[in-house]
């Protein structure tokens, strides 16, 4: 039996149905998961009782659990009669046990058992998963249960016979098929590391044979809208490209003769695969009887080599070597031990391989084996000495290829010393919580000068990030405060709570009274709003003081708080706009997923040269993916313009409207020295929004590296995507468009705009500062590129483009609003004919109207359907103003923050703001006005305009009470639509009449 335990911890609930007869419950809980049952206590007449009890269950086999479920249903017991009645039941998925580190308390709403059940409430459970062998299964309920033996009939279905725990975990099936709700949150995360058989190893990985390149793929230009049309050399482009599972041609895939295998987005790469394992019994070089052994790989032009180890000749490397095979120009393989020396490194024997006897392993296969080579002098004749090597051709697929040395991505640099800086990885980001910190109040506060009185405020601090609340005078020696702060923490949990109460003595001069230190991991975790409950904590003295003196002076400062880690939110940790992931803190509120999205970064073309070497510029670069908390590195390609990355990553998908973005980067850590410093430069990057693909469908694309600089906007290379979105269930992803965008916390207890703004800074530094501290780091410069960090700085070129786009939106409305002003007007005599029989249609018609509207849109729609994009959106330079921003506004775009420009300059462009502002300002006002004007109707500031309104209401209301409502609409609509020689170029009386009103613009300074 597995070690395994499922713990329940029934807390509380609350709002319970009376059903006594008097007002109240005895309520208790009882507790069913696979063939165990288990009950609380009985609370005496409490609609909302506190148990805070905890049951195990145990787990036969953990590799059922998906097909399990946890029941708990809530009764209210009659000692007296032995019976009970039901108050409502919860029932929760095995898809939704998290670990208990993971575990929160959750309130589920109470569910009817049948239609004429009266069921209300909530029940307060933490259900967790626990392997400790100590911990021992709870005691059962006794076979001859008296509250058991009165059930009625009708309720004996629900209530299974308590037998013994059995071996199986399979549910009876009146359960398994009960029609109830059942909770959901996260799929096969817990469970999965119990599978003997992963669903990856089903998938069957093939080699080709090797074959020629295929020609250059087929490039199309995909035109966009007439709104958004910018240089050729700036648009996306489609490709046609020959991936591992076909041709790809209009986003469907011509299947290949073969099978394909999982790394069906990319070109199939053959590598020759050469791990050096260890070496024994090597010979002593040295006059001194030592050697300092080390290998090295050759291929022709191409070499690898290992780390060297001092005084030893039976070192063990167990490093692998990839070399392209399309590169290879030479047959045969040589692996030649050396001694280093500091002069001449000496030759200590070879082995030598003839290529074409090289096996082609296909991955579900095992590892190869490793074999001994006895070592050769340089005549081909046995020396002392064995090698032992296994050596292999294979494809991206290969387990060794992420943690091999690669000969297209370590030209002409040391690989040893750079190794780790080179190779592709995949970053899991840390899961980040909000801290939340009520301070309430703080007592007997002990100032040292007791001859006045303390102006204290509480200091919050939580690794870098400080918050302090308002002073307030302790007239009392107490104060009160009832403030919030909220902070980021991530897990693992290493940085402490530290609040320290403080007395401002004077300007710029604060003393510390007291302080107290809170661990995360003692905190109280919470996934709903419930309330957190206060505690007391003694403030300690922050020196050390006399001993006698604190026995004279007891120090008994304490500060009340509220501390809970919010699970229930989600810690924007990049850009609200480019969002890649939405699911709450809490593992508990997370949905199944609903897709897969595949990503193949194929190559980059026309790269600019980041930097010279030997004369001639030239790149060493990598691309970086992120999407949820999963980052993926491809490899550094040395000393390319042009380089071909061919690696594949795959992401679950929970929401459909989020982002994926690419990045291209210059690798600066490989021992040569920048102008910049060793900082990695950008390239550019792209982002895909995944609700604008079509599920199934493959997009191969060529996506300019678009990058503003100083001097305008540059195109920096092409880089060659292929993507594909599988979605799970339609039904799902259609019911994730009703859904809120965030989850339900962000809602319930919103954040402000600056706290949003603070918390994600903190959120990207915590999130950079950990990826950094990773092997190989994910440089602070990478990820904060990629999460947009400075997207929220003023920007004159963002604030133009940004109008423009609003201008945009509105352009509709302008355009109808002149075309209405032409009909008005007698423009095309049939046009207005047409619209005033339409007109009297829709008047005698009301009901008429709305079905109008929306069959115009759905024509509208379907009409749009033939010209739907039929390739992702990508960046545009002329919706982002950046074709004639003026130099000027990119300098100040580019400036840091805060500003590192010269007096002048900056009071230039100061003034420049205040005459925008100035404009906004002005157009406010005009706002205002118009508003303070329509308020003036019936406040009688103006005596006659008041009076000559209030007659025109009663005159209204009159005429209004005796014609029909048809008829003054009629008479309405002609009179906007008369003809022109009815029409008088002076303003109408009652726009005379509203002008004349009077505003506030006269009270103002």
């Not at 402000?752 to 780091?777: F, G, H, K, S, Y």
């Not at 940004?802 to 423009?827: E, H, I, Q, Y």
């Not at 009901?847 to 959106?873: A, D, H, K, V």
């Not at 006659?944 to 005429?959: D, G, K, N």
Request: aromatic fraction near 10%; proline fraction near 7%; include cysteine.
């Amino acid at each position: 039996m597995s070690n395994y335990k499922l713990g329940v911890e029934v807390a509380s609930a609350h709002d319970l149905m009376p059903k006594d007869g008097q007002g109240s419950s005895n309520p208790c809980v009882e507790l069913h998961f696979d063939d165990q049952k288990f009950r609380t206590t009985i609370k005496e007449k409490d609609l909302n009782p506190v148990w805070n009890e905890c049951f195990y269950f145990n787990i036969a086999d953990p590799t059922l659990l998906p097909e399990l479920a946890l029941e708990a249903s809530v009764y209210n017991m009659n000692k007296a009669t032995h019976s009970r009645s039901f108050l409502g039941k919860v029932r929760i998925s095995g898809t939704s046990f998290v670990l208990h580190a993971d575990a929160v308390v959750l309130h589920f709403p109470l569910e009817k058992r049948g239609i004429f059940s009266r069921v209300k409430g909530e029940l307060g459970l933490k259900v967790f998963l626990i392997d400790d062998p100590s911990i021992k299964a709870s005691n059962p309920l006794p076979a001859n249960d008296p509250y058991m033996s009165s059930v009625s009939p009708s309720l004996a279905h629900e209530v299974p016979s308590q037998v013994p725990p059995v071996t199986h975990a399979n549910p009876p099936a009146e359960n398994r098929h009960e029609s109830s709700h059942t909770f959901h949150s996260i799929p096969k995360e817990v469970y999965e590391h119990h599978s003997s058989a992963p669903f990856s190893e089903s998938v069957r990985y093939v080699v080709d044979s090797m074959k020629p390149e295929p020609p250059p793929p087929r490039i199309i230009r995909m035109h966009s809208g007439p709104s958004s049309q910018q240089p050729v050399d700036f648009a996306l482009k489609e490709t046609r490209p020959f991936l591992g599972g076909g041709q790809i041609v209009g986003g469907r895939v011509i299947r290949a003769e073969k099978p394909s295998s999982t790394y069906d987005l990319v070109e199939q790469m053959h590598y020759l695969f050469v791990r050096v394992v260890k070496a024994r019994d090597l010979p002593t070089m040295d006059i001194t009887g030592s050697l300092d052994p080390y290998v090295e790989v050759r291929v022709g032009n191409y070499k690898g080599i290992t780390k060297h180890f001092e005084k030893n000749q039976n070192p063990e490397w167990n490093e692998v070597f990839a070399f392209a095979k399309e590169r290879m120009q030479a047959s045969i393989l040589e692996v030649v031990v050396k001694d280093k020396d500091l002069l001449k490194d000496d030759f200590v024997g070879l082995v030598r391989l003839d290529l074409n006897d090289v096996p082609i392993r296909v991955p579900p296969d095992s590892p190869l084996a490793p074999e001994w080579y006895r070592l050769e002098d340089k005549k081909s004749e046995k020396t002392k000495g064995e090698l032992m090597l296994a050596v292999w051709i294979g494809t991206q697929a290969d387990e060794a290829f992420p943690e091999a040395w690669h000969s297209d991505a370590a030209a002409h640099v040391d690989a040893s010393a750079v190794g780790s800086h080179i190779r592709s990885k995949v970053y899991h980001a840390p899961r980040l919580w909000y801290v939340r910190v009520n301070i309430v109040e703080a007592q007997d506060v002990i100032i040292a000068d007791k001859t006045r009185f303390p102006d204290i405020y509480v200091k919050t601090q939580l690794g870098n990030q400080i918050l302090r609340t308002r002073t307030v005078p302790a007239r009392t020696f107490s104060a009160f405060w009832n403030e919030d702060h909220m902070f980021v923490a991530a897990e693992p949990f290493e940085d402490h709570l530290i609040l320290s109460v403080e007395d401002r003595v004077g300007p710029n001069k604060d003393e510390v009274i007291g302080r107290v230190v809170i661990p995360l991991a003692l905190i109280e975790k919470r996934a709903d709003d419930r309330i957190v409950h206060g505690r007391w904590f003694n403030l300690e003295r922050p020196v050390a003081i006399d001993v006698d003196q604190i026995k004279k002076d007891k120090f008994s400062s304490r500060i009340h708080l509220r501390v809970c880690l919010d699970g229930g939110y989600h810690v924007l940790d990049e850009s609200t706009h480019y969002s890649s992931d939405l699911r709450p803190t809490a593992k508990q509120l997370w949905k199944p997923s609903i897709g897969l999205l595949e990503l193949g970064i194929l190559k980059a073309e026309g790269l600019h040269p980041m930097k010279t070497r030997e004369g001639k510029g030239t790149s060493d670069t990598y691309c970086v993916a992120k999407y949820s908390q999963k980052w993926v590195r491809t490899r550094t390609i040395i000393n390319g313009l042009s380089p071909r990355y061919n690696e594949q990553y795959t992401w679950e998908v929970f929401d459909p409207d989020t982002v994926l973005t690419v990045g291209v980067f210059d690798n600066r850590q490989l021992g040569e020295k920048s102008p910049n410093g060793n900082k990695d430069a950008t390239i550019g990057k792209v982002r895909i929004r995944l609700s604008t693909l079509e599920a199934g469908r493959v997009y191969t694309h060529a996506y300019p590296l678009l990058v503003l600089h100083p001097s305008g906007v540059k195109k920096m290379g092409e880089l060659h995507l292929a993507l594909r979105f599988s979605s799970t269930s339609l039904i799902n992803m259609m019911y994730m468009y009703s859904k809120p965008l965030l989850p339900k916390m962000h809602y319930i207890r919103p954040l402000t705009m600056m706290q949003q703004d603070m918390l994600r800074l903190q959120a990207v530094q915590i999130v950079a500062a950990r990826l950094n501290r990773m092997e190989p780091p994910l440089r602070k410069e990478v990820v904060e590129y990629m999460s947009d960090v400075n997207s929220h700085l003023w920007s004159m070129r963002r604030s133009k483009a940004n109008f423009f786009r609003l201008m945009s939106v509105f352009s509709g409305v302008f355009a109808v609003s002149k075309w209405f002003g032409d009909v008005c007007m007698w423009r095309n005599p049939i046009t207005t004919v047409l619209v005033h029989i339409l007109f009297l249609m829709l008047v005698c018609f009301p009901e008429l109207i709305l079905p109008t509207i929306f069959l115009y849109m759905f024509l509208i729609g379907i009409w749009n359907y033939r010209y739907r994009p039929r390739y992702p959106p990508h960046m545009n330079t002329k919706i982002s103003h950046a074709e004639a921003v003026n130099p000027d506004e990119l300098d100040e775009e580019f400036d840091t923050f805060p500003t590192s420009k010269s007096a002048e300059l900056v009071r230039m462009r100061y003034d420049r703001l205040r005459s925008i502002a100035g404009r906004i300002q002005t157009v406010v006002g005009d706002l205002a006005t118009q508003g303070e004007r329509i308020q003036s109707l019936l406040s009688w500031r103006d005596p006659r305009a008041t009076a000559i309104f209030v007659v025109f209401c009663l005159m209204a209301a009159l005429v209004f009470y005796v014609t029909p409502l048809q008829v003054l609409a009629a008479l309405a609509g002609f009179y906007v639509m008369r003809h022109p020689r009815f029409r008088y170029r002076m303003p109408s009386a009652p726009i005379n009449f509203f002008r004349r009103l009077p505003a506030r613009t006269d009270s103002m300074l």
